[in-house]
């Protein structure tokens, strides 16, 4: 196990290096000079020369990768703005402060909205999926998969805005959507987010009672669920012991792949509900050409999708040992 979560682990040190530096070198690749983003719309010749330098711009290209990247372990010394603690993602073109600290103010609403949107859609699609399944032909399964045709058909804007229009504003049924701190008060956390995990999680709910009800119907027939039933074990034992871990293995696959999915759909959600999380922050670091913000926040993506995957791997071997095995 210990081996193959170290694979594991120098793979995904390796991606985010490429992404790093992709992401980077992107951002010479526009059409702004930083330098002037820096100094602002009126700026002098001599003063965009010394923004340039400030900001370590007039170094060759791969000078300024290097230490970009050396940054972020062991900090980094500017100009004018002075010495940027570890992890240092760079300075903000907008409101002058380091990125890292912007970006932890932000980052507990991002981290509550996708937790809890995984969460919902885990338990609701899976659950479902199983319900389906065991009622396979009957009235269930029918709305189960109904109802996972419509949820797969909507987008989030349009069912996010149809649930401010109607259940906030019209008819008042919950507050407006907004973060509270866990620490700080856990209900009102969970009161606050709520219309918004459950808005991301209609998509993923549909495919995942989809992907559950064909996975358990195929369980249940296997050779040793009727072996483990022909020895008189109980239904629930039979479901929840033999079918459903092995049902849980695709699961598990294309969860680490839906992540990646989430993340995306949070900068629409948060968008759509107003939440001040990385994903409207990325919104408002593309409005302001804030590319130092916005290096940062694709980086932050990318590594939060190869952590969790990585997390995915090791589950996925946990339920299927032969994984750990090759």
């Not at 008060?185 to 009161?191: E, F, H, I, M, T």
């Not at 590594?303 to 996925?316: G, H, M, Q, T």
Request: net charge neutral; charged share 15%; with cysteine.
């Amino acid at each position: 196990m210990l081996r193959f979560l170290t694979r594991r682990g120098l793979s995904a040190a390796f991606i985010l290096l490429i992404v790093s530096a992709v992401t980077f070198f992107l951002f010479f690749a526009v059409p702004e000079d930083p330098a002037r983003l820096a100094c602002g719309k009126v700026c002098p010749p001599e003063t965009l020369v010394q923004a340039r330098h400030n900001l370590g711009l007039d170094q060759p290209i791969f000078v300024q990768f290097v230490e970009w990247v050396s940054g972020i372990f062991v900090g980094r010394d500017y100009e004018s703005l002075g010495h940027c603690p570890a992890p240092c993602l760079g300075y903000s073109f907008v409101n002058r402060e380091p990125v890292f600290g912007t970006i932890v103010d932000r980052l507990p609403v991002t981290l509550s909205l996708t937790v809890g949107a995984a969460v919902v859609f885990l338990l609701f699609g899976v659950g479902t999926g199983i319900v389906a399944a065991l009622n396979q032909g009957k009235a269930l399964d029918k709305i189960a998969s109904v109802s996972s045709l419509i949820g797969a058909s909507v987008q989030i804007y349009f069912i996010g805005t149809l649930a401010m229009f109607f259940l906030v504003f019209q008819w008042q049924v919950i507050e407006r959507p907004r973060y509270v701190p866990l620490t700080e008060d856990p209900l009102g956390w969970a009161y606050g987010l709520l219309l918004p995990w459950i808005v991301l999680a209609i998509i993923f709910t549909a495919n995942y009672t989809r992907m559950t009800r064909s996975t358990m119907v195929e369980q249940l027939s296997e050779d040793y669920v009727r072996t483990a039933r022909a020895k008189g074990m109980s239904a629930r034992t039979v479901v929840l012991r033999f079918a459903l871990r092995g049902t849980l293995t695709p699961i598990a696959t294309i969860f680490g792949i839906d992540l990646a999915s989430l993340i995306g759909g949070a900068i629409i959600t948060e968008t759509t509900f107003s939440l001040q999380g990385i994903g409207r922050l990325s919104i408002q670091a593309v409005n302001n050409d804030d590319l130092p913000m916005l290096m940062a926040t694709v980086l932050l993506a990318a590594a939060a999708i190869v952590v969790f995957n990585v997390i995915v791997d090791a589950l996925y071997a946990v339920i299927d040992p032969r994984v750990r095995l090759s």
